[in-house]
């Protein structure tokens, strides 16, 4: 068996992984980088929007500053976050994207004089500074005061996972695709490294590293509707939550969409309704004026999602072989809006789809999108529960999101925390003595492994279908922990997926699980699954509030009084559902809770003394 | 009105002794608006779990799942069963060492070319974190970015004559990289450096000019331009070289 020894094993090599791995390497330690794909092909690709970071270069974005950025991200979060953490990423975020300029980012750059926008479909007009020409610009996004997304045209994702994994290669750490952790080594007090599929022979490899940082991304594809790719399946996360000491952190915490196109749930941009587009029903009826006279299609994402779901349950949804969905409706916007502020959707509807949007209708749905829910760490990145083991990037709950992200703060929260945590990394491994590997216990879950592969092959405990079982997880999270929860559902949906992890046991190939066979891949990690889900699904049936995505339609308050915590989601060793413990979401106040100013919605109250008590610095808008 | 279609699939599992090259039918109902994302992922959950092909973002975006469609190099997700006949032939992209089934090895070959071309910035300025960056034209900025649109999805290199001969030529997408490179203001790079690298036969000059790269190309990328542009660099360089005393 293949056995390589590191100072540091970063499972991921999306943008968070490989720029810890940049900061390690640096620093002159050996570090290997692990993902089931090429790097660059990792989901941190795929984001186009852009990166938050506060530097006030264009027109739009004048007077920005920290203080403004950590207001719009506490915030969003619904106060759910920790406002350390998101003190220390807004101070971050703008040296962060001159870094990024410096390794070879391309990023869009001021250009001086008068330029046209839209906004909510009519044009305006702004001046750019002669003194600011050539600096790092930004366009807008939402939810914020100012511009501050920094980006490069519509590929910011990928634009800056070319230049990570440029600087991986100059430094010369050891990136390796086409391998998949499928557990973590640890010895109950420390992590020791992972046990790894080889995805080019099938092969069990080990990893034995002084460190372990887990940077696998979200969990979109726990549910059937996500504009995640199809690696971001949680796996990396559960693995984790199986050591049994490893929390996930607010597991209810999921963010959805109102428009991924049907079948595939690529998400087409909010743009589209912010410039006038318009949500049909099978009728092809414009709904949305009748549930939101005010805003109608321009209601937040949570909103928007939640009527058009409501409006389907009402029998108003259009059929189809992929299930039901809406229409979306830009073809009033004309030939020459579409062609060019909507270019990205209509190449999407061209090559997805293959209708011209000036013509016929889009196939929408709400989806999932985002995972504020996490592997919980402290400031540090540091994860709880076990040594020498850290978190980043969309994985990691470290907790800048609260029940919300804010578009352009995830991407930036990659890069950043990833410097942040790299250098807590750095001096871990300075710091700490390396570790004697118990080879016994090393062997013993590798055997444990193999064990498991034998069984799904032999089909000694059975033959059910992991595309099936697999496919009645997803089918129980869109329908019972979705955009809408209640008690009823939320309790319906975790008997399910109980019925299910208990059918995972008896898994059995119908291939023959040889080499880099995807049915095997699919069942090693389909139990692990099934256990995340179960831990989204209970979090969310105790937390009888709504707060930012987490909507109960039988507790629409937001209840600063009881439940300004964080969820902690332990899985004890062969139970059937999880441990929730709770922690209070933030040690200090900088802006104590207040109104969003957006999304409506009754709050009660948190005791004001208890607020007052944890305040520690009036905020101050620069 | 629904078809259905019928699928020639090439199949090997280098890792089965059992395993021998062949291609194998399926047959599929074809559904309002499929794309091979689609249908391929159906074949594997009803009909042959074993099924090995590659997809990530499924959106055009991150270059997993090349592969030949009816003798065409092209991303399989964003393939419209519509725009095909009934008839649907798929082989694995060649040149790539061959995983199993439709999946190849394009991480090996990428990560090799980022080496070889030493794709990334060189540069003696430090990173000074108190400083304001550097300003750039923003015109250079997108001139860089159209080259850096490239999502390595290896399209090019199964297209290319040069490429099937020779494994070791870089390939479109590899004298790309260096235009990217040769384009930016902040690597501090000659052209003597450059022609260090790509001033041969598995560079530039291996390059025989059918462009079947820059028709496969599903980003579109400026391919013929690019090669056009780096071959009269090298060329000037190499006359250059001639002449010079050291
Ligand atoms: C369509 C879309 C658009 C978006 N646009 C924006 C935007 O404009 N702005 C913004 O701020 N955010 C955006 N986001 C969110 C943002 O892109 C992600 O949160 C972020 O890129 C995540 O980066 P990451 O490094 O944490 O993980 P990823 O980039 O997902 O990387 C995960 C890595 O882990 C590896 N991996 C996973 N499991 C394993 C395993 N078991 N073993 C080994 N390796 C493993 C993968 O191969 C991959 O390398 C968008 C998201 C989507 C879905
Ligand atoms: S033009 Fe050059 S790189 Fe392109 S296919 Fe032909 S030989 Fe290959
Ligand atoms: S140049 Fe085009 S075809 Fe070649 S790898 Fe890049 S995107 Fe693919
Ligand atoms: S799956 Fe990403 S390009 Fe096709």
Redesign the pocket.
Known sequence: MERYHTDLLV???????ERIAVEAAEAGFDVIC????P?RR???????????AALGNCAMGEGDCPDVHFEDTVKGSDWGCDQEVARMFVEAAPIEMRRLAHWGVPWNRVVPGKSCYFKGGELFEKYEKEEKAGLITARSFGGTAKWR?CYTSDG??HAVMCTMDNRCAQLGIRVLDR????ALLHDGERALGAI?RCLRTGALEVFLARATAV????F?RLYRAT???I???G??AA?LLDTGRVPIGNPEAIQFHPTGIVPTD??VTEGCRGDGGTLLDVDEYRFMPDYEPAKAELASRDVVSRRMIEHMRKGKGVPSPYGEHLWLDIRHLGDAHISTKLREVDEICKHFLGIDPRASLIPVRPTQ??TMAGIRTDKTGAAYGLAGLFS????ACWDLHGFNRL????????VVAGGIIGRHIVEYLQGTPAPTFPMALVEAEVARQQARIQDLISGRLGRENVFTLRGMMQDALMEGCFVFRNDAGLRACIARLQEVLERTSRLGLRSSGLGANPELAAALKLPGQVRLALCIAAAALARTESRGSHNREDYPERNDRDWLKRTLAYWDEGASLPRLAYEEATAVFELPPGDRGYGGGKIIPADPAHIAAKTRRPHSAC | MSRTLTFHIFRYNPQDPASQPHLQDFSLEETANMTLFIALNRLREEQDPGLMFDFCCR?GICGSCGMVVNGRPRLACQTKTKDLPHEITLLPLPVFKLIGDLCVDTGSWFREMYTRTESWIHTNTPFDPTKEEARMDNAVAEAIYEMERCIECGCCIAACSTARMRPDFLGAAGLARIARFALDPRDERTDRDYFELIGNDFGVFGCMGLLACEDVCPKNLPLQNQLGFLRRKMGITAIKQLFRKD
């Open positions: 499972i991921g090599a999306g943008l968070s992984g692990l993902s089931i794909v790097a990792s989901h941190s690709s795929a984001a186009q929007g852009g990166m938050q997304t910011t994702g391998k998949e952790a499928i790894v940077c696998t991304g979200g979109g504009t995640n790719a690696i971001c399946d796996a990396g693995m690529i998400l999108h985002y980043a990037g969309e994985a578009g352009g703060n995830s991407l930036a929260e990659t | 959106a």
